[in-house]
Every structure is written in structure tokens, then in C-alpha cells.
């Protein structure tokens, strides 16, 4: 540690970190605009201006930028020296000159970094009397809104989008004070991440365009720590509410997972919570009018259920407790996992590779400080953004060392990038089609799911003798083998990302089969496997039949009624399999929060409440356990999955159910049932939790209109709504200082209205949250030396005459059954198509946008064609859940029908 | 015993003495214009609405009786969607026409808004708006502010130069 000296009080700091980071981690309030923690200083606002002495003697002391200045032991600085204090003021007065003056039509009024940096620096009364630079705004898409008078050239803008996250089509154009940011024409930002650009922007350049629909202030917004539900990734996110609608959603840093980021389909994706297709009143179907109150649902469940044989289909999108809650109530062996057969093997697969494998998995943080990554069968940036971007961090992390070596700090940022220039670290990448990483990447392979698999195997051989051999490997293949192997061998901290997204178990294996491997001689490798839902992990962590064995107990008349828990079927499972079922089963009741094809077949159906009208536990893919919480009150009928599990035990009288009350009795009853999920009761704290005998509110202290917005209906103010689930109040009165991490409904503290106010809630800026990063791990890795390889080396891909082999394909915006409701994704998300390589589109006579027609599994399915090169032939790519594209459990063999074939069946379209 | 019979005699005097009291309502009580009375949402010399939607009022108002939704019209000019002010809460501190950044809140000289039932004291916008531009005369919002809305493009607002051209190569 070192010793600093502010205004002559000595602290004592982390070396190498810079002067302002110093400060800040100290809480003394400093302003600064171009420095950000994730992307490091490039001095450019002279914001953060501070005095530095040479000694105690010397009194006259030099302005220096405090950004750029690292921190020596014995430095003596002053924050408040009157002459820093005044060029700080000038400073931003100068910025200040071209400011538009609309901070009251601007949305980023009231969580500005720009208007709470004014305030700081005490600069109050414009005196420049000249005209203002202005600007034309650009068209920037569905999720961003343009308005570039409000910048200050802190150039964050860009270098977020085009160093940190990779993006090309966002820059700066012209020259002096004419200097502009955006794109080279108006047009879709094409980044996956540019929603960060809100945040990242201290002024209201770049602000949430679907928040500008229902614009509301920060300090008006009902905020509750959530977890994003678009991936398995489980990022950390923080949802606004009011009047009733979910109005924005903001990252939430996690130290370990997301840090300040999240991606755009979970920024914009939750626009399905205020959908015209969400169900808000209990339904059955014999009634007349269908809607009916929830006392008359439950009457009419206890009437059908009391006698029936009932089964329960959970759900990877639902949460532990729901799942749980189903569980309890249908009996353990009544309980089946509503997942398709491919999944859960997958699932199962990667769970027991995590549990018995010696590997870590890493969280996304650790991914960032990986020094050699080998990504197998996955896309990334459309199954699990974050980790993209976490990758693209990755690869930073060998050419750093040369910085290192030159003395530079890491976190001089233009320094560092010049020095290292295009230089990147090993990554690899084998997968089923050109992904967006490629560009940074070593070297690629596109190929079928068993060929990746295949050269994971060759890799994990060349590490270690112990893993099986690969034999008839093309030259290529072996080429790429040894460069693969080579670098994760001599690479410090050497990282396995795959997953369940190409489908394929032999991918996993061979994944399992490098990362034990490489464990056998770097005890620090690590591995990532994704998975495809929220909640995948957590399911098969609680584990269940198979949805097939609910078919056959519902054909077979070993049960009759069943209980569809937040699932649509039809996503997982065939057509005429779920038609047969449903008609089958006498009683149908589902519980979810939209309308979709199997709350049609229902006899019942209730209205459960979304990640923002509920709370719960979800496992990530990196087995992290982490609680969201309700946003907002709802009215009666609306509840969480749980509760009307509790309520339709309590009408039946069920031994377990009938004694839960709230959520901590469902989390008590996991951690008791299942030894694995002990965690969960740490994973946050529970609601008798209290600060000084108070909650926590979800409201700010400047929350406005609460005796007014409900007047037009009743001008007498109800009782406030309460809370028995959790340690916040849905009001603004309770605890007003830090809650423990896992409970922090916004960033805020004063003078820092912005999101930059998280630095006050961070042990040192960058690093955890204070009392440790929200979340458990519940999965560990087993200190063996024995590695066990899986040994099943798949035979090479052949193509089949008159056959495509059909694999999965994703799309960040459009795969992912809910954010595709929010109209923004949905503007982004592709046509439906197949796509197929040049040659076999040349061998079927088809031309791109051409129909092709084929049969998978039994369903004969028409698409577009679009040729994709990397695409290996004789195999083709099917979207995964675009809406258009059927179900069909990928991957698998698909027969070409002749374009002559008469045309009996309309595709089928799935909602 | 003298003290009495002056307070007696200053008493009687008082009844030669001009009236405190006015005869209301027959006769009405003389209000200045910066008299904080009822609340009305006022419109800039073109007669747009002045009110943009920005939630200061709502914020600085101590009783939290003013709710509102800002929207925006297809030119990007924002105004309330619904503006209510629930005046059985209103202590008339005029708190909200201080925070008001473009003189859209104000409150007038009028007093005469008793109610027999409380609900009819909760005023929606359509209540509130009126068709002038209340004690601060020539005043209009978005010819200061940098935004773009229909009839004032960017570049247009006072003390504004025309958008930089970014093609040009002139320094």
C-alpha cells in the first residue's frame, strides 16, 4: 500500500491505480468526464484537474490532470486548492458554451453526469454571449436516440463502441470544435451493445429510445434489483416502474458478472412486460365470461383437481422457487421438465461437466482476465452477448503484457492501445457458421457440430495423453489442432467456452475433454458453458422426467390433469406431440404471463406475474444463484408462479404447500430438500431483514406525484402496498443509506445523480460491491488429479444425398422467446430463412430468397433460402425460435422435397 | 380603574374606524397578481402549450399532489399527456411555478375553488390549461432550447449558428 497525501491528510491506497481512481475509492468527490472505469483514462476533458507538490515545503505546486497521473508513494495533492477549484470551474464552463439549454425536454435530466459535474465544479451563471455550435441528429435505430447538441467531445462514445465492444460503425467525423459523433450515415446502430451508449454518454447525446415512449425521470421511477431473464448469463440489472408499466431497464454493476455493462436484448427486451398479449386475469374456458376472479379460479381448480392424477411441467424460464413450488405440489415423480429431449441431455451434460470436471467456471469477470480462449460450437454474441463481450477483454490480456513491460499502466488507455496496435491474444473459435468474434479472432473453423467436436477432441489429445485420440484428421484439422494446443498450453489463465447451442454433446465432451486436460497441467484453466434459458442450470440442478415420459404418463393413462408451469410447449417440443397430449389431458391449466399457443389449449389458465411482478431465484450458466425481486405491486389477481402454487396447495390441502406463506418459506424448504441449493438462503438477505429497524425503499426520496397519481380514481390515498417477500418496501420511506449489495434497487448518492454513482457503492473503483458481489455460486470445481475423459470421439460429418443436416442458428434479436415482444427487437429480428452453402444452393438450383422445401420430422417446412458460405455443405442452418420457423429438435436430418411436390400444408407458423 | 374605561373608549372608537371586513362574497377581496392562488398551465405567445413534460413541478411540489406523463408529438415537441393536480393536497406554496423552467405553472389570483365533494378537487389537465400566458408575458421555451421541434429546426433557436456541415473541410 501506499501512502498519499489530499489536503495534507494521508491515506493510504492501491498502488498503480491513477490518482483519480485513488480519490474516488476514497469518496472525495472529484469530477472527470472522459475517464471510465471499464475503459481507463485518455485525459482528454481536463475535468479532473488537481494540484500536485513536490514536497511539504512547496506551496506553489503544478495542475496536473489526475486521471493521467499514477499514484507514488508520498504524493502530495490538493483537491480543494482554490486554483484547481477555479480551472475545473473554467473547464467546464468552456464545455458548457455550445450546451442547448434543454435539459427539460432532455431525458437524461435528473440521472446526467454532465448536470451533477456542473453542480460539483460550481459553475452556476453563463457568460459567453456568443452563438452556439449546432448539429443534425441522425437516425440511429430502434433502441437509441440521437441528439448532439448536448455533447462535450468527452469521446466515450467511441471508444466504448469501437475499442471496448468492437463496433465499426460509429465514429468521430470533422475536425476542432466541429467534432461529431455517430455513424457515417443515418442507419441501425449495428452493435450488439450499443445500448450501453446511454450509460456510457455522461450528457444526453445517446439516450434509451424506448424509455423516451413512456419517458419518466430516474428520481419517479419504482426501482428493484432484477436479474436479466434473455439469456443464461444472469446479468445484473436494475427495472424501473410507473403508473403501472415497466419503463427501463438500466445495468446493475455486478463486480463478478456483467460489471457496468448489459447488451441490448437485455436493455430493450422488456417491453413483452407491457404487452398487449400479457394475461392479466385469471381464465376458464367452461366460464362465461372467460375472465373471472381469482377466488372463482381457484374454486374451479380445487372442483377439477381435487380428484385428478396430476403431473407438473416445469420451466428453464421460470424461477428455482416456482419450479420448486410445482414440484412440491405434484409429487417428485410427478414433476417433468419442460424442456426439449436434446436440451436437458445438454443441460444434464454440462451440469455434471461443471460438478465432477476440475476445471473452474470461471464467472464473466474471470473470462475478462483469461489470457487464451478456445470457443467451441458457440455464437456468442447471439446466445450469450455479455460473454462476447467479455471475450473481446480476453484478448487484450497477452499483447498487455508488453505494456506492462514498457512501464505503462494498464489503464492509460491510449498509451496501452498504441502500444500493443492490432495485436491480439490467442483465440480460437470452431463453430457452425461465421460468428462476429472472428474478427478478433487467431484463427477459425466453420464446421458441423461433429467436426468441431472432432478437433476439441484432437485438442485435448495433443494436451494430454489421457484423452482419447482422434484419428483421420484432415491436415488442416491437425494444423489448427497443434496451433490450439499450443497456445493453451502456454498460456496462464487458458479459458474453454461452449454450451448447449450447437446441439450437440460431442462438442461438450470434447470441450470437458481440453478443460481437463489443460487442469492436469494449468490448475488455473477454466471453463464457460452456456445454456439455453435463465433458469436451464437451476432446473436441472432440481432435476425431473423428461417431457416425453409427461406425454407418455398423460397418453397412457397413468395420469390425467397436468400443471404447465410458464412454458409454451410448442417451442419445445413437436407439434403433434403437444396436440396429442394437450387433447389428451383432462385438465389443462397453465400459468404463465403471455398468450401463446398452449395457454390456447388450456382449460385454466392464470396470470403470472413477469421478472418485474415477481420474486425469485435464478441459476446462471456459471451456477451463481442470484434473487430478483418485484418491481412493482400488482393488483390481486397478477402474482408470482409460486403463489398460486401455494394457494392451489392450500385449496387442496396439501401437506407441504399449505404451510408456505412467502418466498423465504419456499427457500427454506429447497435448502432443506436439496443439500445442493444450501447456498440460496445466502444468496440475499431475507424479509425480516432490517437497517435500523427499516426497509429498504424502491423509491427515491425525491419520488413525486404519490397523492395525485391514483386521485382520478379515488382521491383518498390507499394504504401503501406491502411487501411480505422481501426487505423493500414498495414506497419511498424506509433505510436511506447503502443496502447490502444484493438488495440495491438504484445507484444513487448525492451529488451523484447519474449511474456513475455506483463508484460510491464499489470497494475500489472497478472492483466488487462493498460486502462482496450479489449472488452464490453453488457449483464448484472437485480438487482431483484423476481426470476423467469422456472417450466417444464422434465419426466425421458426411453429407447425405437428398438430405440437409440441419443445425441451429441464433440471433440475439429474434431467438429468444419473450424480448421478441418488445416491438424494438422485433424491428431487428431477421425474416424467417434456411441457410445453406453456395454449392448445395447451386445443386438444388435455388438462388438466394428461392424457397426450399423440406421435411424435419415429420413436418414439412418452407423457407427462404440465404446462402451462407460458412456453412458447411450438406448440413444447413435453421434460426433457433425466430417466429416464423418451426419447432423442430435441432440438430437433425431434414429430406429435400422436390420443388415439384404439390403443396399441401400452409407452413406452420408458431406464435 | 382608568385602564378600563380607556380600553372601553378604544373599543368604542374602533366603531367610527374604515372596515377590515368585506362584505363577501357580494363584495370579492382585491388580489395581487403574484397572489399564490389556484394553479393553471399556461401557454407561450404562439399558444402552444408551454408545459414540456420535464417533471420539476411534480419534483419540487412538497405534498406530492402533481402527477404527469410526458409525450412527444411526431415534430419531437413534448407536452403532458395528462397533467393532474390534486388540490385537496395543494398548500399553495408555489414551489411548482419556482421550479418551472419555461413559466408553463403558474399560479393566480383566485381563491374560489371550494368543493362540497373532495374528488372534484383533483383537476386534470384540461381543467388546468388556459388560453394565455398567465404573468409572464413573451416568453417561449423551446425558441432558448437547442431541441428540434416542428416550424424550429436545428440551428434555428436564439443564439444559435446554423448546423455545422461535418463534410467540410473549412477550418
Known amino acids: 500500500m501506499a501512502t498519499i497525501y489530499i489536503d495534507n491528510v494521508p491515506y493510504e491506497v492501491k498502488p498503480g491505480k491513477n490518482l483519480l481512481e485513488a480519490c474516488l475509492t476514497l469518496g472525495i468527490n472529484l469530477p472527470y468526464f472522459c475517464w471510465h472505469p471499464a475503459m481507463g483514462s485518455v485525459g482528454a476533458c481536463r475535468q479532473c484537474a488537481v494540484k500536485v507538490f513536490k514536497d511539504e515545503a512547496d506551496t506553489k505546486g503544478r495542475l496536473i490532470m489526475s486521471c493521467m497521473e499514477p499514484v507514488r508513494d508520498n504524493i502530495r495533492l490538493s483537491v480543494d486548492e482554490p486554483e484547481a477549484k477555479e480551472f475545473r470551474e473554467h473547464v467546464i464552463e468552456w464545455l458548457m458554451t455550445n450546451h442547448p439549454h434543454d435539459c427539460a425536454v432532455c431525458d437524461e435530466g435528473g440521472a446526467c453526469h454532465l448536470q451533477d459535474m456542473t453542480v460539483m465544479s460550481g459553475h452556476n451563471y453563463r457568460r459567453y454571449e456568443y452563438k452556439k455550435r449546432t448539429y443534425q441528429n441522425q437516425y440511429l435505430g430502434p433502441f437509441l436516440n440521437h441528439e448532439m447538441n448536448r455533447c462535450i467531445q468527452c469521446y466515450r462514445c467511441v471508444r466504448f463502441y469501437k475499442d471496448y465492444a468492437g463496433g465499426h460503425d460509429l465514429d468521430v467525423f470533422a475536425a476542432h470544435n466541429h467534432v461529431y459523433f455517430g455513424r457515417h450515415e443515418n442507419g441501425v446502430l449495428e452493435n450488439e451493445f450499443s445500448g450501453n451508449l446511454a450509460e456510457v454518454c455522461p450528457t444526453g447525446v445517446f439516450t434509451d429510445k424506448t424509455l423516451k415512449q413512456h419517458y419518466t425521470r430516474k428520481w419517479d421511477l419504482t426501482m428493484a434489483p432484477s436479474v436479466c431473464q434473455h439469456c443464461s448469463l444472469g446479468c445484473n440489472i436494475s427495472a424501473g416502474e410507473r403508473y403501472g408499466s415497466l419503463r427501463q431497464i438500466t445495468s446493475r454493476y455486478n463486480g463478478e458478472v456483467n460489471g457496468y455493462f448489459i447488451c441490448d436484448r437485455g436493455r430493450f427486451g422488456y417491453e413483452f412486460v407491457n404487452s398487449p398479449a400479457r394475461i392479466r386475469k385469471a381464465l376458464v374456458r367452461t366460464h362465461l365470461p372467460e375472465a373471472v376472479t381469482k377466488e372463482v379460479a381457484l374454486q374451479e381448480i380445487w372442483g377439477e383437481l381435487r380428484q385428478a392424477r396430476l403431473i407438473g411441467i416445469g420451466s428453464p424460464r421460470a424461477s428455482l422457487e416456482s419450479n420448486f413450488a410445482l414440484k412440491a405440489l405434484v409429487g417428485e415423480n410427478n414433476f417433468h421438465l419442460g424442456v426439449d429431449e436434446n436440451d436437458q441431455d445438454l443441460v444434464d451434460l454440462s451440469l455434471k461437466i461443471l460438478r465432477k470436471g476440475p476445471a473452474r467456471n470461471f464467472s464473466l469477470r474471470e473470462v475478462e482476465t483469461a489470457d487464451a480462449v478456445f470457443i467451441l460450437g458457440e455464437d456468442l454474441t447471439n446466445t450469450a452477448p455479455m460473454l462476447a463481450l467479455a471475450v473481446r477483454q480476453s484478448v487484450r490480456q497477452q499483447p498487455l503484457a508488453q505494456v506492462a513491460q514498457a512501464s505503462i499502466p494498464f489503464w492509460q488507455d491510449a498509451a496501452a492501445r498504441e502500444l500493443v496496435q492490432d495485436k491480439k491474444g490467442p483465440l480460437f473459435i470452431a463453430s457452425i457458421t461465421a460468428t462476429k468474434l472472428d474478427e478478433i479472432a487467431t484463427a477459425t473453423a466453420h464446421a458441423s457440430p461433429d467436426a468441431i467436436a472432432r478437433l476439441g477432441f484432437a485438442v485435448a489429445n495433443l494436451i494430454s495423453e489421457n484423452s482419447p485420440v482422434v484419428t483421420h484428421l484432415s491436415e488442416a484439422e491437425e494444423t489448427m489442432a497443434q496451433q490450439i494446443a499450443d497456445a493453451l498450453k502456454t498460456a496462464k489463465k487458458p479459458l474453454i467456452i461452449s454450451g448447449c447451442a450447437s446441439g450437440s454433446e460431442a462438442v461438450l465432451k470434447a470441450a470437458a475433454n481440453i478443460a481437463g486436460a489443460l487442469c492436469e497441467q494449468v490448475k488455473t484453466a477454466g471453463i464457460v458453458l452456456t445454456v439455453p434459458e435463465c433458469n436451464s442450470l437451476g432446473l436441472a440442478m432440481l432435476g425431473g422426467h423428461r417431457l416425453e415420459s409427461a406425454f407418455e404418463a398423460i397418453q397412457n393413462g397413468y395420469a390425467d390433469s397436468v400443471i404447465i408451469l410458464e412454458n409454451n410447449l410448442y417451442r419445445c417440443a413437436n407439434k403433434t406431440a403437444v396436440d396429442s397430449f394437450l387433447g389428451h389431458a383432462k385438465e389443462v391449466l397453465v400459468l404463465d404471463h403471455l398468450h401463446h399457443a398452449t395457454t390456447e389449449k388450456a382449460r385454466i389458465v392464470l396470470p403470472a406475474g413477469t421478472f418485474a411482478e415477481a420474486d425469485g431465484t435464478l441459476v446462471n450458466n456459471e451456477g451463481r444463484a442470484q434473487r430478483f425481486y418485484q418491481v412493482y405491486p400488482t393488483p390481486e389477481d397478477l402474482q408470482e408462479s409460486w403463489r398460486w402454487l401455494i394457494n392451489i396447495g392450500t385449496s387442496l390441502r396439501h401437506p407441504v404447500l399449505s404451510n408456505w406463506k412467502n418466498l423465504d418459506d419456499i427457500n427454506q424448504a429447497l435448502a432443506e430438500a436439496d443439500n445442493q441449493f444450501k447456498g440460496i438462503l445466502a444468496a440475499a438477505p431475507p424479509a425480516e431483514f432490517r437497517i435500523a429497524g427499516q426497509k429498504i425503499p424502491r423509491e427515491s426520496h425525491r419520488f413525486s406525484g404519490r397523492t395525485a397519481m391514483n386521485a382520478h380514481h379515488a382521491v383518498s390515498e390507499p394504504k401503501p402496498p406491502e411487501d411480505p417477500d422481501t426487505p423493500l418496501t414498495f414506497t419511498m420511506e424506509g433505510y436511506r443509506g447503502e443496502p447490502p449489495s444484493s438488495i440495491i434497487p438504484f445507484f444513487w448518492s448525492p451529488g451523484w445523480n447519474s449511474i456513475q454513482s455506483v463508484n460510491k457503492y464499489q470497494e475500489e473503483i472497478g472492483g466488487h460491491l462493498h460486502h462482496g458481489d450479489p449472488g452464490i455460486r453453488l457449483i464448484e470445481p472437485v480438487q482431483t488429479n484423476l481426470t476423467h475423459y469422456f472417450s466417444e470421439v464422434p465419426e466425421d460429418f458426411a453429407p447425405l444425398q437428398n438430405h440437409l443436416f440441419m443445425v441451429p442458428l441464433y440471433h440475439i434479436f429474434g431467438s429468444e422467446e419473450q424480448s421478441i415482444l418488445a416491438p424494438g427487437i422485433a424491428q431487428r429480428a431477421p425474416e424467417p430463412y434456411v441457410a445453406i452453402c453456395e454449392a448445395d444452393a447451386h445443386a438444388l438450383q435455388l438462388k438466394e430468397g428461392n424457397n426450399l422445401d423440406f421435411s424435419l420430422e415429420h413436418q414439412i417446412i418452407r423457407l427462404p433460402v440465404k446462402i451462407n458460405n460458412d456453412i458447411t455443405k450438406g448440413t444447413a442452418g435453421l434460426p433457433k425460435g425466430l417466429p416464423g420457423v418451426p419447432y423442430a429438435e435441432l440438430p437433425a436430418w431434414a429430406i429435400i422435397l422436390k420443388q415439384e411436390t404439390t403443396w399441401k400444408h400452409q407452413p406452420q407458423i408458431i406464435s | ?171
Not at chain 2, 27 to 48: C, H, S
Request: hydrophobic fraction near 35%; include cysteine.
Open chain 2, 1 to 171: 380603574m382608568f385602564s378600563i374605561l380607556r380600553s372601553m373608549g378604544l373599543t368604542f372608537l374602533h366603531a367610527f374606524h374604515k372596515r377590515d371586513t368585506i362584505q363577501y362574497p357580494e363584495e370579492k377581496a382585491k388580489l395581487f397578481p403574484r397572489w399564490r392562488g389556484r394553479i393553471v398551465l399556461t401557454r407561450d405567445p404562439d399558444m402552444g402549450e408551454r408545459c414540456v413534460g420535464c417533471y420539476l413541478c411534480a419534483a419540487a411540489c412538497p405534498v406530492d399532489c402533481i402527477s404527469l406523463q410526458a409525450t412527444e408529438d411526431e415534430t419531437g415537441r413534448r407536452y403532458p399527456e395528462f397533467f393532474r393536480i390534486n388540490f385537496s393536497r395543494c398548500i399553495f406554496c408555489g414551489f411548482c411555478e419556482e421550479a418551472c423552467p419555461t413559466y408553463a405553472i403558474q399560479l393566480i389570483p383566485d381563491f374560489e375553488m371550494a368543493e362540497y365533494n373532495r374528488q372534484n378537487l383533483v383537476y386534470e389537465k384540461k381543467d388546468l390549461l388556459i388560453n394565455s400566458q398567465g404573468k409572464y408575458l413573451g416568453y417561449n421555451y423551446y425558441k432558448v432550447a437547442g431541441m428540434a421541434i416542428g416550424g424550429k429546426g436545428k440551428g434555428e433557436a436564439i443564439n444559435e449558428n446554423p448546423p455545422v456541415d461535418v463534410k467540410s473541410l473549412i477550418p
